[in-house]
T-cell receptor, first 114, second 112 residues
Framework: EAQVTQNPRYLITVTGKKLTVTCSQN?????MSWYRQDPGLGLRQIYY???????DKGDVPEGYKVSRKEKRNFPLILESPSPNQTSLYFC?????????????FGNGTRLTVT | GENVEQHPSTLSVQEGDSAVIKCTYS??????FPWYKQELGKGPQLIID?????GEKKDQRIAVTLNKTAKHFSLHITETQPEDSAVYFC???????????FGSGTRLQVQP
């Protein structure tokens, strides 16, 4: 089944404790992206990747890191999480950013930072 | 950059009625406008999209209209059913951007 898989689904952590949210897609998509969803703000892009070893900042990149060493994986790293990073996070992928290929989303990771 | 505004934030309708969600965008050169449906506990899923060279697109009970002059587009759901209850997001892709800009979402509740 074609899908975007995120782990974990739920994560509670404390301020300053490094964490990684994993994302993997099995559709051989070039483009991958991370979004955060907050009430009243919709989905805001954190980082994106056009292809392996190519990453770029989205609209709200502060406090986050990403890497794209393999085509299928795009982990989101919070080196020193803070309470304002408490949010619902989504990974998404598409065949290409060109031609308006549809975005496929994972089922989300709900992160709470205390 | 692109700015997308979505209204209403919540919408409650009776089963069988129609629902309309409206979005406006700021970049007149935007050329792609998808709509996503997010069910509880799941990620958004594309339900319909429209490109700037088309004024209207329909797929069974859902339709999207685009008014480029006014820079707004709308989602229309007819004969609503309880399974249409979800959060709906509009989005737009502006020129020179490599990402979609999303609206703030509309929570649609269909009362049986």
């Amino acid at each position: 089944e074609a899908q975007v898989t995120q782990n974990p689904r739920y994560l509670i952590t404390v301020t300053g404790k490094k964490l990684t949210v994993t994302c993997s897609q099995n559709m051989n998509h070039e483009y991958m992206s991370w979004y955060r969803q907050d009430p009243g703000l919709g989905l805001r892009q954190i980082y994106y990747s056009m292809n392996v070893e190519v990453t770029d900042k989205g609209d709200v990149p502060e406090g986050y890191k990403v890497s794209r060493k393999e085509k299928r994986n795009f982990p989101l790293i919070l080196e020193s999480p803070s309470p304002n990073q408490t949010s619902l996070y989504f990974c998404a992928s598409s065949l290409s950013i060109r031609g308006n290929s549809p975005l496929h989303f994972g089922n989300g990771t709900r992160l709470t930072v205390t | 950059g692109e700015n997308v505004e979505q209204h209403p934030s919540t919408l409650s309708v009776q089963e069988g009625d129609s629902a309309v969600i409206k979005c406006t965008y700021s970049d007149s050169a935007s050329n792609y406008f998808p709509w996503y449906k997010q069910e509880l506990g799941k990620g958004p899923q594309l339900i319909i999209d429209i490109r700037s060279n088309v004024g209207e697109k329909k797929d069974q009970r859902i339709a999207v209209t685009l008014n480029k002059t006014a820079k707004h587009f709308s989602l229309h759901i007819t004969e609503t059913q309880p399974e249409d209850s979800a959060v709906y997001f509009c989005a737009a892709r502006g020129t020179g951007r490599r990402a979609l800009t999303f609206g703030s979402g509309t929570r649609l509740q269909v009362q049986p």
